[in-house]
């Protein structure tokens, strides 16, 4: 499941074992970007946290199929389908729409993100093209185009930290060489409003 070593669950002791039980979803399964972490739990934790408040907080306010719709665009450019897959059914079952799903899949995979989002939404898809593709080229506009958009500023950071984020989590996982196997795709830590609840479900 990745080209380094990983502890397993059922042998896992102290500090890790704790972390396992607070990252764990049915049947004690750990998603396999957590485990890559286990040779160093605390780095594990800093990763955990990181995703649980910038994805997954109450005090966001963009809808989260939406932020979960950036981490799968980011995902597909950096050509990353353990995040791809896993996020793209996570999305698929906040949106709660199979259609609209459908084509906003095909949109990323085309690189065309116009053939499934407009005004608002198109422009965060394309402040999260330019964020992941070209960092050094940022430049004041692109956050005028999105607050001219609609977005005020505090929906702008969370943008900004989702994309941020999955673009440390896409190499984390490209440079581990981290699969999907045995890996239950969609699940996330949906209890939003406790934080410290890490529990995939």
């Known amino acids: 499941m990745s080209w380094i070593n990983t502890v397993p669950y059922d042998e896992a002791t102290g500090r890790l ?9 049915p049947d004690n399964n750990v998603d396999n970007i ?15 946290t990181l995703y649980k408040y910038v994805l997954h907080h109450t005090g966001n306010k963009v809808p989260k199929w939406l932020l979960e719709a950036c981490g799968v665009y980011t995902s597909h450019l950096n050509g990353c389908d353990y995040c791809f897959e896993h996020h793209f059914s996570g999305m698929k079952r906040l949106l709660g729409d199979d259609d609209r799903s459908a084509k906003i899949r095909e949109a990323f995979l085309r690189d065309d993100p116009a053939q499934a989002f407009s005004g608002e939404e198109l422009q965060i898809m ?31 950071l969370e943008i900004n930290q989702v994309v941020s984020y999955f673009n440390y989590a896409n190499r984390t996982v490209l440079g581990l060489g981290v ?6 795709l969609g699940l996330s830590p949906n209890q939003s ?8 479900t």
Request: net charge negative; charged share 35%; hydrophobic share 30%.
């Open 193 to 200: 409003d406790d934080p410290d609840n890490w529990n995939h």
């Open 126 to 156: 394309r402040y999260t093209r330019k964020l992941t593709l070209s960092p050094a080229k940022m430049v004041r506009e692109d956050v005028a185009i999105l607050r001219e958009s609609g977005l005020d500023d505090g929906k702008i």
């Open 179 to 184: 699969s999907t196997d045995g890996d239950i």
């Open 34 to 48: 957590m485990m890559a972490h286990s040779l160093r739990p605390h780095s594990m934790e800093g990763h955990m």
């Open 17 to 25: 074992k704790t972390l396992y039980d607070r990252v764990k979803g």
